[in-house]
């Protein structure tokens, strides 16, 4: 399996912007997929989750009811639609992904970097 990420870019605060990852190989609804982000000297921090098959597991607090995940099947993309964006969501974002039994997310997009000015 391979990810690529996409559609980062500079945007002002409360502005909008929407990530995807496309993702090629051999996908399972099982595989659990998510978004992570790291900000410039700071720990990589997970955002967002869900399974391939489109149902949603899980938002990090500093996000949620700001950004949404989701799948778009006749693309076999996953997206992440960040609304509302402030300068502390400027970071790269990676897209990630793993089988539900593994402890590691095994599966890394390249990043794309969101920055998000005042």
């Known amino acids: 399996v391979q990810l690529q990420a996409s559609g980062g870019g500079l945007v002002q605060a409360g502005d909008s912007l929407r990530l995807s990852c496309t993702a090629s190989?051999?996908?399972?609804?099982?595989?659990?997929m998510a978004w992570f982000r790291q900000a410039p000297g700071k720990e990589r921090e997970f955002v967002a989750s869900?399974?391939?098959?489109?149902?949603?597991?899980s938002y990090a607090d500093s996000v949620r009811g700001r950004f949404t995940i989701s799948r778009d099947n006749a693309k076999n993309t996953m997206s992440l639609q960040m609304d509302s964006l402030n300068p502390e969501d400027s970071a790269v974002y990676y897209c990630a992904g793993k089988l539900r039994s593994s402890s590691e997310y095994i599966y890394w997009g390249q990043g794309t970097l969101v920055t998000v000015s005042s």
């Open positions: 190989g051999r996908m399972y609804g099982s595989h659990v």
């Open positions: 869900m399974f391939w098959n489109g149902h949603i597991l």
